[in-house]
């Protein structure tokens, strides 16, 4: 896995599970056109070679876990963390980003004979404040669990009352596109407005998780994946495969696709990923940075959802929209609060 003049081997993508086919599902959603891409279909993952030592391996290819490190740009390179194995995936174009990575994976004989193995952003270090040797530690601490995850982006926690919600201050329209993806694929939509504990939430696709775990959830993404794309509208799914998510370039023009396929683990978790264990790292860097009302919130949400009472989750709510009217503009509360806010209480 290491210099440019290593062997290469192709990777095939695995074997997808197809999807038992639904209803056309219609809906409003007035997403711009630009970027739309007329009749396409969620892309396979794009194969690309991974590199095989041919001398001196990684030590952590050999290791029971095995967590990979993406990078793109040569000087990437020297922002790697030692403890993880570095994974070039310069010139993989694949809309659906780290998840064809975790599908090559999957296929690869590097992650064949792990325990655990997972493939994170060459950022994890900067959004996490952890170090590699610091996650490992925690999954050894730990043991026994399917799935290790992290969130990065802990005030979300603490002020939507999911990760659905929550997109939809970052990419335009996204509930009401999220909600038509659902009905494509025939998912739960009272998961999108419900209340959901800060111990489900996950971005960023930071897991490492046991080939069991993969097993059901690549084939899941899959699922899900093949359903919209052929039981949207053409105009439904033009607009998942548009560029519109992302209208401030700030994810390189990416796709509804992956922002959403990110968001389907705590979904997957609940439903077909059941029967799985799960833990959930906590980052210290990251909770110090909480501040009074932040923590309060939080606390305050979870307690409403683990006693499912419908009273504090409403306080919660209230106290909710005073804090963002504080530290939000007026024009963003105006454009954002309604839409954040379910009309009905509902817990996962």
Same mark, same amino acid.
């Given at each position: 896995? !290491?210099?440019?003049?290593?062997?290469?081997?192709?990777?095939?993508a695995?074997?997808?599970?197809?999807?038992?086919?639904?209803?056309?599902v219609?809906?409003?959603v007035?997403?711009? !056109?630009?970027?739309? +891409?007329?009749?396409?279909a969620?892309?396979?993952?794009?194969?690309?070679?991974?590199?095989?030592?041919? @001398?001196?391996?990684?030590?952590?290819?050999?290791?029971?876990?095995r967590v990979?490190?993406?990078?793109?740009?040569?000087?990437?390179?020297?922002?790697?963390?030692?403890?993880?194995?570095?994974? #070039?995936?310069?010139g993989?174009?694949s809309?659906l980003?780290?998840?064809?990575?975790?599908?090559?994976?999957?296929?690869?004989?590097?992650?064949?004979?792990?325990?655990?193995?997972?493939?994170?952003s060459?950022?994890?270090?900067?959004?996490?404040g952890?170090?590699?040797? $610091?996650?490992?530690?925690?999954?050894?601490?730990?043991p026994?669990?399917?799935? %290790?995850?992290?969130?990065?982006?802990?005030?979300?926690?603490?002020?939507? &009352?999911?990760?659905?919600?929550?997109?939809?201050?970052?990419?335009?329209?996204?509930?009401?596109?999220?909600?038509?993806?659902?009905?494509?694929?025939?998912l739960?939509?009272?998961e999108i407005?419900?209340? &959901?504990?800060?111990?489900?939430?996950? @971005?960023?696709?930071?897991?490492?998780? /046991?080939?069991?775990?993969?097993?059901?959830?690549?084939?899941f993404?899959r699922?899900?994946?093949?359903?919209?794309?052929?039981n949207l509208?053409?105009?439904?799914?033009?607009?998942? &495969?548009?560029?519109?998510?992302?209208?401030?370039?700030?994810?390189?023009?990416?796709?509804? +696709?992956p922002?959403? +396929?990110?968001?389907?683990f705590?979904?997957?978790?609940?439903?077909?990923?059941?029967?799985l264990?799960?833990h959930?790292?906590p980052?210290?860097?990251?909770?110090? $940075?909480?501040?009074?009302?932040q923590?309060?919130?939080? #606390?305050?949400?979870?307690v409403? &959802?683990?006693?499912? /009472?419908?009273?504090?989750?409403?306080?919660?709510?209230? %106290?909710?929209?005073?804090?963002?009217?504080?530290?939000? @503009?007026?024009?963003?509360?105006?454009? %954002?609060?309604?839409?954040?806010t379910?009309? #009905?209480?509902?817990?996962?």
């Amino acid at each position: 896995m !290491a210099s440019k003049n290593t062997q290469k081997l192709v990777v095939k993508a695995p074997v997808k599970t197809v999807a038992k086919p639904a209803a056309k599902v219609k809906a409003k959603v007035p997403l711009a !056109a630009k970027g739309a +891409v007329s009749a396409k279909a969620t892309p396979k993952a794009v194969p690309k070679p991974i590199s095989k030592p041919t @001398s001196k391996p990684h030590p952590a290819l050999q290791a029971p876990i095995r967590v990979f490190q993406i990078y793109y740009e040569p000087w990437h390179r020297d922002l790697l963390d030692p403890a993880f194995v570095p994974l #070039d995936n310069a010139g993989a174009k694949s809309e659906l980003l780290e998840f064809s990575v975790f599908e090559r994976l999957q296929a690869h004989e590097a992650t064949q004979g792990a325990q655990l193995w997972g493939a994170l952003s060459w950022r994890f270090g900067e959004k996490t404040g952890m170090k590699g040797a $610091e996650l490992l530690e925690a999954i050894a601490a730990n043991p026994g669990n399917d799935v %290790y995850f992290c969130n990065p982006h802990i005030q979300n926690e603490a002020i939507y &009352h999911n990760m659905w919600m929550q997109g939809e201050t970052a990419h335009p329209h996204f509930v009401a596109l999220t909600r038509a993806v659902f009905q494509a694929a025939g998912l739960d939509e009272s998961e999108i407005g419900a209340l &959901h504990p800060s111990s489900s939430y996950s @971005s960023a696709n930071y897991f490492v998780a /046991s080939p069991k775990f993969w097993a059901l959830y690549v084939p899941f993404i899959r699922r899900v994946l093949k359903a919209a794309d052929e039981n949207l509208t053409l105009t439904l799914r033009n607009a998942f &495969h548009s560029n519109a998510a992302d209208p401030k370039g700030l994810h390189g023009g990416a796709t509804y +696709v992956p922002f959403i +396929v990110e968001r389907l683990f705590g979904y997957f978790m609940r439903t077909e990923g059941k029967g799985l264990k799960a833990h959930k790292v906590p980052l210290l860097a990251r909770e110090v $940075e909480l501040n009074v009302h932040q923590k309060l919130l939080r #606390d305050m949400k979870d307690v409403a &959802h683990s006693t499912k /009472s419908a009273w504090l989750a409403a306080c919660w709510v209230n %106290y909710r929209n005073l804090y963002l009217n504080q530290t939000n @503009s007026e024009a963003w509360c105006a454009q %954002y609060l309604r839409l954040i806010t379910p009309t #009905d209480v509902r817990f996962v």
